[in-house]
């Protein structure tokens, strides 16, 4: 028996599911000599206080060693959860939270993880958008749920599809639908924002039909423009009439300080989060207790959306730089579009049915251009046919030169594939 057949032998079936992360992949090719990427949502290095950061790390390893350098509590540092509450106070007006309300992971990615354990097994259901966040499709995929997926629209996730699923669902078929997913601000990948009345619509469906809500939300402080809508978990703590926030709220430092801090948040009631803290116990133990407290002490001396202002500019011109882009260059290719975020990292992009973008991808690779292909952003065969044609770029990374570049290379590598594919 060769190697790789006698280790997947071994394998247990969520192993056997779990593919290699597209993006992950694809920061590979960035080391390239020349390569222009629109592929991950790499921030911008300059953007890191690291000045700042340098001087709390110093310290808190040399007068805080014994907690920072030491074993700490699954639930999380107290001080950065209490930190954390005061700033949703602030921004988000999200009150009357104490410490067992929060949970602190590594990287939000471990958040969504720790979902698929605590929630999804292959009798589960749960809804989602397509496309889909690649991280939360990758740790709900190796769970086999059967996905209820609503396709996306300008203002988010086609509603009706979840509401007409619902509709018909017998009251067992009920009882193993666990939640539903969303990316409420700038989502990733389409870089669209959830309209307050959907958030309300989905809201009522989860009180109706006995659901929770995973709201992801790692973009909601990268807005550009237009006015700051309520969470959807702020949106369910206003209800007072109800005892149970059905609302899992999931936040990430990794956009507005650093992603290698790997700090992620979790807020919600209690209860859930004991289950979720449940589930971490098996994974990590704990978050880095050194990472964590760093955090802390800078939520503590910092104000963290003060500080993010320079970066708000920086990541608008380069928006506005893409946008521009692709208004120059773009139109040369008949029926494509795409989206213009208000903020966030990401835009989408819509081609001709005769575009496959993982198909072109290694084409675009020797033009010296990278991007996501729509399909990484799928669950099934369904949703990879609707996304085949589709692409991710991010303009975070690259400069306003870049991006410009970038877009030619882009507009080349397609016309290329277009005259290959007719012949």
Not at 21 to 38: A, D, H, V, Y
Request: negative net charge; aromatic residues 8%; hydrophobic residues 35%.
């Amino acid at each position: 028996m060769m190697r790789e057949e006698y280790v997947f032998s071994k394998l247990s079936p969520i192993a056997k599911r779990t593919t290699a992360n597209i993006i992950r992949e694809l920061l590979k090719s960035t080391s390239i000599p020349g390569m222009i990427s629109f592929g991950g949502g790499v921030p911008d290095p300059e953007t890191f206080p690291k000045e700042i950061m340098a001087d709390i790390a110093k310290e808190i390893v040399e007068k805080e060693y014994k907690f920072t350098l030491q074993y700490s509590t699954t639930e999380g540092d107290p001080i950065l959860r209490g930190e954390y509450i005061k700033f949703l106070e602030k921004y988000y007006d999200i009150k009357n939270l104490d410490l067992d309300n929060v949970l602190i992971t590594s990287g939000s990615q471990q958040a969504l993880d720790l979902v698929g354990r605590v929630f999804l097994d292959e009798e589960s259901i749960c809804a989602i958008g397509t496309p889909v966040y690649l991280g939360a499709a990758s740790a709900f995929k190796v769970r086999a749920p059967k996905f209820i997926t609503m396709d996306m629209q300008a203002d988010g996730p086609n509603i009706d599809i979840l509401e007409e699923a619902l509709e018909n669902m017998t009251e067992e078929e009920k009882s193993r639908f666990k939640f539903i997913y969303i990316v409420s601000n700038f989502d990733n990948p389409t870089g669209l924002t959830l309209s307050l009345e959907k958030r309300q619509r989905i809201l009522d469906l989860a009180y109706n039909n006995d659901l929770i809500i995973i709201e992801d939300d790692p973009y909601g402080a990268l807005r550009y423009e237009g006015e700051i809508i309520p969470t959807i978990y702020q949106l369910a703590e206003n209800r007072e009439k109800y005892e149970l926030n059905p609302v899992i709220l999931l936040n990430t430092f990794s956009k507005i300080l650093s992603p290698g801090l790997r700090m992620g948040v979790v807020i919600g009631d209690k209860t859930i989060i004991r289950r979720l803290v449940m589930g971490k116990q098996a994974a990590d133990l704990c978050t880095s207790p050194l990472t964590q407290r760093l955090t802390a002490r800078y939520l503590e001396r910092n104000d963290p959306m003060v500080q993010i202002k320079p970066t708000l500019e920086l990541y608008s011109q380069k928006r506005n730089a893409m946008m521009e882009s692709f208004d120059k260059y773009m139109k040369e290719i008949d029926g494509v579009t795409w989206t213009f975020p208000h903020g966030g990292l990401f835009s989408w992009v819509t081609l001709p049915e005769e575009i496959d973008t993982m198909d072109m991808l290694e084409l675009a690779k020797e033009n010296k251009i990278v991007y996501i292909p729509g399909v990484a952003f799928s669950v099934n065969e369904e949703t990879a046919k609707k996304t085949s044609r589709c692409m991710r770029v991010s303009f975070c990374l690259p400069s306003c030169e870049e991006i410009e570049e970038g877009t030619k290379r882009l507009v080349k590598t397609i016309k290329e594939y277009r005259d290959k594919k007719r012949g």
